[in-house]
Structure formats: structure tokens, C-alpha cells
Nanobody
Framework: QAQLVESGGGLVQAGGSLKLSCVVS????????MAWFRQSSGQEREFVAAITSNSGGTAYSDSVKGRFTISRNNAENMVYLQMNNLKPEDAAVYYC???????????????????WGQGTQVTVSS
């Protein structure tokens, strides 16, 4: 059973940057798509970014496209989320997730992901 641990969250001013990391243990991630989701208080968990198993494809939510970049290092079993030009509405708990599949179909679905980290808090001050 894979275990995912996120880090890199914190408090940043609007316009600033953070880089989140996710280290995976217990299973090699090279066969699986990986993603970041986020959840703010009182809201449903929402998709942020995803990357295919071989880094050949990425997907982003419209709200972060052009500002966030997802990447991975399969040799180190790591997934990253570089977040630039952060906005107050980006504040949330960010979760790393492992898919059951190596890629996605027409869209990235939360139900495709079977393993989740505990989350890391991102706070953005205006």
C-alpha cells in the first residue's frame, strides 16, 4: 500500500510562490498518473493538476492554468507542484493523490485516485 506525504505548504503573500512536494513510499509511482487536489473550508475537494505516468501529459484546472506547474521524478518517487502568482482564493489544504491508471480519459476524475496524502495547508494573505 502506497503512502503519500505532502510538504511545502505555508503562509505566503498574494503574488508569491510556493513549491509543494509529495514523497511516495511503499509503491513505485512510475506506472500511475499523479495529481494534486485542494479543499478549502466548507468546500468540496477540487482538482488542481495532474500528470501522466511518464510525464507525457498534464492537465490543469482553469483557475490555476498558467500559474501552477506539476512535475514528477519517478526515480525518486516524488511529485511536485510549483505555484506562482498565488491568489487569496488559492488558499486551501492541498492533497497529493495516486491514480489507479497511468493516464486519464476525457477528464481527470477524483474517483480515479485511490491513495491520498494527509494534505498540506497553503495560506495566501492579501
Amino acid at each position: 500500500q502506497a503512502q503519500l506525504v505532502e510538504s511545502g505548504g505555508g503562509l505566503v503573500q498574494a503574488g508569491g510562490s510556493l513549491k509543494l512536494s509529495c514523497v511516495v513510499s511503499g509503491r513505485a509511482i512510475n506506472l500511475y498518473a499523479m495529481a494534486w487536489f485542494r479543499q478549502s473550508s466548507g468546500q468540496e475537494r477540487e482538482f488542481v493538476a495532474a500528470i501522466t505516468s511518464n510525464s507525457g501529459g498534464t492537465a490543469y484546472s482553469d483557475s490555476v492554468k498558467g500559474r501552477f506547474t506539476i512535475s514528477r521524478n519517478n526515480a525518486e518517487n516524488m511529485v511536485y507542484l510549483q505555484m506562482n502568482n498565488l491568489k487569496p482564493e488559492d488558499a486551501a489544504v492541498y492533497y497529493c493523490a495516486k491514480s489507479r491508471y497511468s493516464y486519464w480519459g476525457n477528464s481527470v476524475r477524483l474517483t480515479d485516485f485511490d491513495t491520498w496524502g494527509q494534505g498540506t495547508q497553503v495560506t495566501v494573505s492579501s
